[in-house]
Every structure is written in C-alpha cells, then in structure tokens.
C-alpha cells in the first residue's frame, strides 16, 4: 500500500495505449501478491477451477487469478491496482449464489471476502452488530444469541451463506414473510467503490441524511462495488413459535387455506406449499413422513408473544380445517419444529433422487394469482413432456418450481430451458417478477427486458454510471445491454452494446 | 419577470396551468408557473417541455413539508401532484396497494381500512403519498415497521427529461433490478418526480394498547424503554416525550396484537416497569403520541438519528447542548428506533440556534470531548458488549445488568478513536473471528461508520439557515452528487434543496 495509486476513478479518455486484457492481468499479479501477501494470490489453473461457477452450475468460467483479502484497505488497494490497470473485478462471498452473480472473468481478478470472517462488534442494547462480509449468515444469529437477539433474514443456505453475498442479493429466506429481507435489516455498509476509495453507506441509525445509497446498494448483486462491513439490526427472539403441518388433497385447497390465513388478518413469519411430485422426492431422500396420500402440504410458522401465538394457531387450524385440510400436525419444540421442515428443506436436493437434472426456477407472482398460475405450469409441463415439482413460498407467491429434465438429452435439456422460461412469462404475464431472492445475476439478464421497458433499465444503469463510470465492477451481470455513462450535461446516449471502458469517463 | 405570461410549450404539455401567486413560493423562493398534471403521462410531457426551456421544478403535493430543507437554488415552476388523486388499485387479497403520488394518507387509510387494512404509515402531519416518500416522513410504527422506503415495492418516477421508468413490481417479494424506489424515498425532488407507488399492507389489529409513563429523570425513561423492547410484550412503537428540561419525561408503548394478547401483554408489561412512574393503560394514544416536536410547523426542528443504545447519552447531549446556548427545546419521538426530534418556536435567536445545532453534532456526531464523559455518565446507557463464551447476563437479566459494562466514551470519533483504541475510560470493543478465534489483540478499534449519531435541520427559519448546514455531514457525498448528476444532468430538479447542496 505504499505505491501511489492512480487517483480514484480517473480514467482518462485517451484509449491508445491499451495493453490487452491479458497483458493488463499479468501485469497486475504481482501487485496483488504486494497488496495482500503471496500465499493470497491464486493463479494455479487447478485451483482457480474451484471458483470456476457458484451454486449455479450452467454457468462456468475460470477466473484469471483469485486474490483473498484480509482487510478493508486491501480490498480497496485491489480495487485501486483494477481500475488503474482497467482489469474488471469481480466479488464472492462463499459461492452459494444461483444466478451466477459471482461468474468470474477469464480477464479479470476474483475477490474473495472469506478471510473477512470478523464479527467485530455485538451491541446488544442497539441492537446491531458491525460483521465482515466473510461471516456466515448463521454465525451472526449464533453471535447474538446470548442477548436474546437474532439475524432474521434467514436464507436456506445460512449455514454457509456470507452476510456479504446475502447484501449483494438482498436475500430473503423462508421467514422474510414477516421479517423482511436483508435490506430491512442492513443500516450501514462499509463500501469499496469501483474506483477503490472505502467509503460509508447508511451509519448504523437506520436514518442517515442523503440518498439511501443503502438501500439502492443492497440487491445490487456486486455491480456497485465490494462491501468490507456490514452493520446489521438485530432482532428481539420471539417468545413462542409454533409450526403446524396441514396435509391437502390437491394445491388448490392449500391455496385456499392460505388465503383464509391472510383474509383473517394473520401474518405468519412462514407460508410454504409442496406439492405431491416434490412431497415424493422430499420423501425418497429424507423420510420426512408427511401424511400419507396428501397432494400439497402446508407448513405455517407464527411466531410472536406466546398468547397471541396460542390464539393465531387455533385460527390458523380452523382456517385450514375448512379448506379441506385431512391431518394437521402442531410442533412447538425445536426437534418436531425441525422434523416438520425437514422435508421442505431438502426439497430442492431431493429432486436429484428422482430426476437426472434439474433446474429450480425462481419466479414470483402476487399471491391470490397462485392457484391460476399453477394450474398454467401444470399445462406447459404436461405439453412439453417435462415434470414439474412445485416447491414455494406460498405466502409472497415466491414459486420455486423444480424443472425435472434428463441431462443426456439435448432435446429434454433444451425443452427444460424453454419450460423454465416460459414459466417466467407466466410470472410476468400476472404482473409478478422473474426473481424473487435468487437475482438475475448472468442468468436472467435476458428476462429483464420482458419485465422491464428500455427506459426503466436505462434509468436503472444512471445508478451504475454513478458508481462505475468505467465498468469495471462485476460486468456482464443483471443487465442485457450495458449503458454508456457519458458525462456530457443534457445529452442522453442510447444502450451501446460494448462496454468500452477506455470511452468512459469517470465523476 | 412575474407578470410575463405561461409559456406557450408549459400550456401545451399539461392541461390545468396556472400563473404562480405569491402564496405559491417555495421557501422564500417564487416561482413563474404552477402546473397540476392528471397522469404519469402529462407529468413527462410537462417535465420534458420545462427541461427544453431549462426551468428549474419543484414537486408539491399538500405542501405540509414543502419547507423542509434549503430554499430551492431556482424556482420556476411548481408541479403539484394533486392532480394525480386515484388509488389505481387495492388488491387486499395480495396485501397490496397501487396509488397515484396526490393521494393524501388520510384518504388512502379510509380506503384501505375498509378492507382491515392498513400502510402502516404514522408520520406526523400526514401529506401526500408522493410528499411522504420524497421526504422519508415516518412516525412511531416506524420501531416495527420501518420508514417509506421499507414499505414500498414499486415506483413509476418520472426523470428530469421527462423519461417515465419504474422499478420494483406489484410484488412484495422481488430482487430483479436495481431498487430505484430506494434511491427516490428520501430524495427531496432532486432526483425526479415521484408519480405512482405501490405498497406493502398490514392488516389493522384486532386490539391495541397504549402503556404510558411519567419518569422523573430521563435515565429512568431509556431503562423502561430498554425494559420493554427486551420483553416478550413485543411493542410496535415506543416514543418519548419530554417538552421541556424542567418537565418529566413521558414516555409511551403501543402494542397491537390479537384481544387476548394485548390485555396480557399491557398487564404485564405495566408490572414490569414497575409501580410508581405514573403508568396507565388505554386503548387510544395519549394526545401527545406522535406529535410534539416533529409535528411543530414553525420554528426550528432538528431530526437526531442515533444507535438505540445511545438513548440517553443522547438525551443528556440535547439538553446540554441546548442548555449551553440558553434554549429549552421539545424533545421526543420514536425513541426506541434511534429518532428523535428537537423542536424550538419561531422567534429564537438564530445565532444561539445555530450554536446548539453546532454542539450537539459535535457532541453526538463525531466523538465527545473526553472530559464530558464524566458529566453524562449517569445518563449514558451502557452496551453490553461480549464474545462467545465470554461471561454474560442471561437473558432474563438482560435489563438489570446494564451498568457492567460502559460504553466507550469516544465511541464513534472520527479522528479519535483510531488514536486512542480503548478511550479515556471505555472499554475496547471486541474483535472476534467467527470461529471463537480472539483476535481482540489486533488493532481494529473504531471500526464502524465513522459517527453513530446525526443531526439533520428538518426545517429552521433563513436566518438559522444562513448559519448552519441543514444536513451537517454527510458520508458519500461524492457518490451523491454523481447519482444527482445522472438523473438530473441539468440541474433542474428542486436545485439546491438537498444534502451538500445537491
């Protein structure tokens, strides 16, 4: 860090002497290895293959080399060595994302934050804690367990997930029905911005003057720089929780079942419908004992003051009862509460008993369209040949469906891709969305279009252009067509389909 | 320049235009044109004519809040969004609701509340949808609910050249895209015009109670406050209240909840705070519930965002503060939430004005002087600070051990806390890695946002605002102003009013 860097994203005009991508990459490794010590830097091929994709597969690419900060000034040091050298960057956390927002380039560095694993600071009568993107989403709750707090965005992978990563997807999880998403729960963010200056976002209050840079940061999927901390709310840990299992003959009941809940003014923390295909397969791989015969099953979590609870799962059984529901199960201990989602949450890996491949679908619908959009994908699937297992989050109409394909035929593969994607037509068709957690990231950049006109995804990039003149910052991910950020006052420019970073010019 | 006429392009693009009145002035500054579109549609078409002749807008809806902020820089014409008055839709089956940005709160709440439901917005003064989320206005549900921008799941805005964009949905669940909707909540009208929103709803409780208490000392005050918030009666609101130095501190809990919980939860939370502070239990607010200060129209008040746990340091701070510059303001608000407001009537000197906003910010904004540590002391809540394994309270004596531990005194200063890591008196905060490894012995001290605390004038008289920056410090200014200069290259859009002058 004793090198002068280029001034913060002053990137001239002039494009002349561009060394090459690959030249540019070279001669930056040393300089990372002089940032953040040699035994951080990767650039064996063997090992970089391990960063090749995230938790989705399809999409697959060697980074040109790894780096694997320690610290915040690091990171901006490697930032500043990027944006000098004009070599795009790209940020990972643990690499459970689904939508390829952490696809490294084979032009540029991979960042990643799992060094960054300290909890630096619990503050329990705030009720916030200061945590380096690195810490697990789990490990957060686990810090603030002992005050009778938690972290409540609750992501299915939070055992592994980074608190980093869960910023840049703005993650939900099976609880945000009640408790929000990771934006509800962020109030500070410690930033590197794409030109590599640390700077701070929100200062922990929740009420910070100026633009909510915060919350248009969070969900941004790592294209509006790296974060190095992070000041979370916490939660107060209810009092009670009850989980009841209610077993129906069709999806249909359970729907109504669900809206019944919703009409009577209930707001349970959790809503989540299975239907029977992906009952099977939670079945064939984890013997989760759901009632026998039942076509959907539905699991209501309440939580909340324990008499308020008492009273809401009375309600919650009769409402279910005169849907139709034939058996209801009640958990209130944490080890019936687990064996109730035991299923649910092995749905998506059990699939693989029952089906060569898969892809899950991530689509989002408002909530009374459920039943009529349900009844369209069982339509596509039986045209298409493809089974269709159904697993989501009934109460947002966060739809998850399994799209069950035999891999070692092009013909299935190709017709998965297009039930998949003609799945999202249905989302946006009922004035839903085509992600509701899992981001756009590589993946879905090209539904953005069917959801969004030309205006609103250029106005979205204005946000871009003002964080990464250059584009530099994890390209490729959420937009079709990137921006040009031309600085000139009162003269718009169209979509340029190249990201000519040397034509950029920065603030 | 007043008596030229409506240009001819203005007329053209929106149907209801109308030569500006003295009455139509913005903070002092008078505009040429007020013009009320009907539709997004009018509303592009209006602001594309107004950015071909360069005129600078400022957006009004009801008005209520039009003062917040510094007078506008350039003030040509006024866009009133109260042409824009219809709920498009309510889909109470979904918990959501499209609205035009005229629509007043108070209408929207009657529409909503014949289905049970509810945007659980409080802010005092109430206003426009539009005015609401430009202005980040929120009240007491703000502890449980969250401010505008936490509600909000869709915008159509309209830029500065008249582009129509819309970000978000009709979806409560949905992460597709950039959040422009975030960006916008808070933004003043320096951004853009905020045209249509869609919202999150609540369903309206079936029961409500308001516990209230009277506390002598204002230590007492943030205890019960802390007390409730760390009980199961799980409170929605908790505000304080506190008019003047002299008078007791009041502070009040709503809890909503299903009937039977609510009367077990008022019975027990009262028992809880204990038998001689006054307590009472109704089913309405008391009359000072989300009023006071914040709701002043006149005058000086200061918004104070702070670390909850920094209650009543903060409190101590205000007073001290005031009481050096030989003032006596209202304090109270959503105290639990980290807000609070300050208020001082019209007619104040400016110069003692500006001097108690100078001192509170650098007394909570950015470090104390080390010696008031031993003033405030008494009034300072302590955090409790621990690492896994580490001794510390259970639970149930989460309330009663506060005083084990004491909060550093230069928690927060921007210079220093980097010099002097442990403070003159504090503790060192503790670093750990997730893994239980201590890493306490490496200098990570004053790690955090470089102040916890900040002091926003909401709106002061010009003499007060000739001597103070109305916003204080601001982190990410730079990247501000780079955002304002994509949206708005030109310059037009409510210039000045906001942060840093943007």
Redesign the interface.
Known sequence: MTEQPPAPGRVSAGTGQDPGPATALAGLIPRLAEICGPDTVITDPMELRTYECDGLTAHRCSPGVVVLPDTAAQVAAVVRACAGARVPFVARGSGTGLSGGALPRADGVLIVTARM????????????A?VEPG??NL?VS??AQ???LFYAPDPSSQQICSVGGNVA??S?GAH?LKH??T??HVT?L?IV?PGGEL??????????????????F???EGTLGIVT?I?VRLT?I??AVTTLLAAFETTGHGGAAV?AI??A???PAAIEMMDALSIEAAEAAVRCRYPEGAGAVLIVELD?????VH??TAAVRGLCERAGAFEIRAAADPAERAAIWTGRRSAFAAVGRISPAYIVQDG?????ALPEVLDRISALSAQAGIRVANVF?AG???LHPLVLFDDSSPEQSAAAEELSGAILDECIAH??????????GVD?SRY?SR???A?????????????DPAGLCNPGK?FPTPRM?G????V?RGPHPLVASGQAES? | MKAEPVPARITAACERVRPATPADAVAGAAPRVVATPASTEEASALLKAAADLGLAVVPRGTGSRLHWGNPPARCDLVLETTGMDRVVEH?A????ATVQAGVRLDRLAAVLGAA?QRLALDPPGGGTVGGVLAT?AAGPLRLRY??P??LLIGIT?V?A?G?????G????????????G??F???RGT?GLITQATFRL?????ESAYVTAECAAAVDACQMI?LA??S???PVAAELDWPRADDRVRIGLALE??Q???A??AVALSGLLGRDAALSVRPQPPPWWGGGPAAQPDGTVL?I??????LGMVLAEIRAAAEAAWLDPAVGGPAA???LYAALPAGQDPGAVAAFVAVLRGAVGHGLPADSGHRLSEAR????????GAR?AP?AE?GRS?NRVVRPVVAGGRGAARSNPTGAGGVT???????GED?AGED?AG????????V?VLHAPSAVGGLVDL??P??????????K???D??GTMAPGR???GI
């Open positions: 694993r300290r909890i630096i600071e619990v503050d329990a009568a705030s009720r916030r200061i810490v697990t490990a686990k810090a002992p005050f009778g997807e703005n939900g945000c929000g998403f934006v509800h500070g410690e911005t700077t701070w976002l929100g200062d922990g209050t929740g009420a910070a003057p100026g633009y909510d840079l915060l919350g248009a969070t969900g941004s901390k000041v107060p209810p009092q809206s919703i009409g003014g209930i707001l909340g003051p324990e008499t308020d009273g809401e989002v619908v408002p909530r009374t989050h947002d109409g966060n004035g839903g969305s085509i992600t509701g957690e899992h981001g756009v879905k953005m959801m969004f006109t205006d609103d995804l250029d106005t979205m990039q204005l946000l871009r252009c003002a964080f959420v950020c600085e000139v006052p009162g718009r603030f | 889909a089956g979904d918990l959501v049970g980040a969250g401010t921008r936490d805005v830029r050249d582009t129509v964009a819309k970000s949905g009709k979806v409560v669940k949905n992460v597709a895209g950039y959040d422009i975030k960006l909540a808070g933004s951004l609540h369903p309206v409780p079936a802390a918030l760390g199961p009666a799980s909840g299903d039977a919980g609510v077990e939860r918004q965002g702070f670390w909850p746990g920094d939430a980290g807000v809540q302590p955090v409790i600070h621990a690492k896994p510390h639970p989460r506060w905060r503790p670093v750990w890695d997730q893994a890493r990570r790690e955090g946002p470089p102040a916890r605390a900040n926003v916003f204080g601001v982190p990410s200014l730079a990247l501000m102003r780079a955002v200069n994509q949206f290259p030109a906001f942060a840093g």
